[in-house]
């Protein structure tokens, strides 16, 4: 269940991120800014890795909200059956002392 989440999340955010969307274009030229300042190579493919590992990191994070809003459920579902269990019978275990 977790991996088709997280293929879910991914395929879903990917979709958002295409070139040529005001915001796309301008979270690569900035982060192109800084990288050509910090790091010698190609700015443009390290801005990019750096856009779709922020993608990932953010298909992570929605496939653990996900993973635990069904633990949630699961548990409160369960709470239904509580009234139902039945309190173990105690045995006698009394120790006896000789005096």
């Known amino acids: 269940m977790i991996i088709h989440r997280l ?3 991914k395929t879903r955010l990917r979709d958002h991120i295409v070139a040529g969307k005001p ?13 050509d300042t910090v790091l010698p190579g190609d700015a ?7 856009i779709y590992n ?4 953010q298909a ?4 653990f909200a ?12 369960l709470l239904v059956f509580v009234p139902f269990i039945k309190k173990p019978v ?9 005096g």
């Open 7 to 9: 293929a879910h999340h």
């Open 23 to 35: 915001q796309v274009d301008e979270m690569i030229t900035a982060l192109q800014s800084h990288i």
């Open 44 to 50: 443009q493919l390290a801005a990019t890795q750096k």
């Open 54 to 57: 922020l993608m990932v990191q």
């Open 60 to 63: 992570y994070v929605l496939t």
């Open 66 to 77: 996900d993973t635990f809003y069904l633990i949630a459920l699961l548990f409160f579902g």
């Open 90 to 98: 105690m045995e006698d275990q009394s120790i006896e002392t000789h």
